[in-house]
């Protein structure tokens, strides 16, 4: 099982990335796909979820109305478009797998974790 997050870099405020996220080795039944992310010298944060089951997606409300989650089942693909970017969102960017049946944004229940991305969002 892997996952392969991509897409970060430098951007100015107000600017706009999106994250992808590969996945391998499983398919996306019964999977969570999460995006957490780690500021420095701050604790990890869940970011967005998205259900295999019925395609909800989770926010936290920090980014409610500026990121979207989304999934590309024929690519095993998710991602994470981020928009209105502020200098507080900039962190290490990770996407984590987890099999549950109730998707929820804590680290806890992800079982499998991509090695990260850096977003930096200058102001």
């Known amino acids: 099982v892997q996952l392969q997050a991509s897409g970060g870099g430098l951007v100015q405020a107000g600017g706009s990335l999106r994250l992808s996220c590969a996945v391998s080795?499983?398919?996306?039944?019964?999977?969570?796909i999460g995006w957490f992310r780690q500021a420095p010298g701050k604790e990890r944060e869940g970011v967005s979820c998205i259900s295999s089951s019925d395609g909800r997606s989770y926010y936290v409300d920090s980014v409610k109305g500026r990121f979207t989650i989304s999934r590309d089942n024929a690519k095993n693909t998710v991602y994470l478009q981020m928009n209105s970017l502020k200098p507080e969102d900039t962190a290490v960017y990770y996407c984590a797998a987890g099999y549950m049946s109730i998707a929820v944004i804590l680290g806890e229940f992800y079982d499998y974790w991509g090695q990260g991305t850096l977003v930096t969002v200058s102001s």
């Open positions: 080795g499983f398919t996306f039944d019964g999977y969570v």
